[in-house]
């Protein structure tokens, strides 16, 4: 198998493709501008990579995103010999401009939110219909909560109802515009003695201290991330040892139109892929139920624990 690899990997091209690819998982597209090369001359180096088993593809509706594998023969072969690889002026440019296109997708996610911020509760309704998720939430807090988080809280419906039910409660958001809103669900008192902290900060870079939640949410959020792994692992590090999270997302889905009026960047999840990704951080699945919403869609809600 070496030879296959040593073989995939003779060509310049195919050399920086899997450079980035092993920080990054970007769609063809992506790659194209990164390398400023022609779509089919950049799809035909993939196949190769991709027949030899040092990337993956995913499709994602119309969309197609690569990596290197996660784990196996494959990603520790890439490893052994990245050493040896001199990353030179062209592929630092590449990493340098992937990040670049990351900070563009994140930009591009607070501008949106922020302009949408007044009519997200109605989106929300448009597709959850009449499933109450502050109430699914609030019944997986557990009793004597200490600091209860919801990651992504938005205009604050969950985190308001979750308020008498733990000692504090953080709302996190990337938008201020969002929560701007939020703060109008709570008292001045509510938010003068501590029980109430709004936070701005992006779900991958969490700001809050490690161990400081005893209950998390992350509701309708992992499909925005860029790299929803990366996401659950930074969640496990604020979590206490014993935390529970709680997860709702949508069920794997080819709705493409979800992406122009709601932002989405993924289009659902696998249940297993999702459990599996959970697992790898640091959390035990404790349930996972299907709850149909509107629109044809599918809610995936998971409760794990920190262990």
């Known amino acids: 198998m070496a030879l296959l690899y040593f073989k995939a990997l003779s060509d310049e091209t195919r050399l920086r493709l899997v450079h980035i690819l092993l920080h990054y998982e970007l769609s063809v597209n992506e790659l194209v501008r990164i390398l400023d090369m022609g779509q089919s001359r950049v799809s035909r180096h993939l196949k190769i990579l991709t027949e030899a088993g040092l990337l993956t593809s995913r499709r994602d509706g119309l969309w197609v995103f690569y990596a290197t594998p996660r784990a196996g023969e494959e990603r520790d072969f890439l490893l052994s010999i990245s050493p040896f ?105 509510d938010l003068s003695d501590d ?15 490690d161990q400081e939640a005893d209950f998390a949410c992350i509701n309708l959020v992992l499909h925005h991330l860029s790299d929803p792994l990366h996401g659950l692992r930074e969640i496990r590090r604020i979590m206490a040892p014993g935390g ?60 794990a624990e920190a262990h």
């Open 195 to 209: 029980r109430v902290s709004l936070r701005i900060g992006e779900l991958s870079h969490l700001p809050l201290r």
């Open 85 to 189: 690889v001199h990353a030179d002026a062209a592929m630092r440019a590449d990493l340098n401009m992937a990040a670049q296109m990351l900070e563009e997708r994140a930009l591009k996610t607070r501008q949106f939110f922020n302009a949408i911020a007044e009519d997200w509760d109605e989106l929300n309704r448009e597709v959850l219909g009449a499933f109450d998720l502050p109430d699914a939430v609030c019944a997986a807090v557990p009793k004597d909560c200490g600091m209860a988080v919801d990651l992504g809280c938005g205009t604050g419906a969950v985190l308001a109802r979750m308020l008498p039910l733990a000692r504090g409660v953080i709302g996190v958001d990337g938008s201020a515009r969002m929560l701007e809103i939020c703060r109008r669900r709570f008292t001045p008192e």
């Open 244 to 303: 529970r999270l709680f997860v709702a997302d949508f069920l794997r889905h080819s709705d493409e139109t979800m992406r122009n009026r709601y932002g989405d960047r993924w289009l659902g999840f696998e249940e297993d892929g999702l459990a599996a990704d959970l697992k790898s951080v640091g959390f035990n699945t404790l349930t996972c139920t299907r709850q149909p919403v509107d629109r044809g869609l599918t809610l995936l809600i998971l409760t």
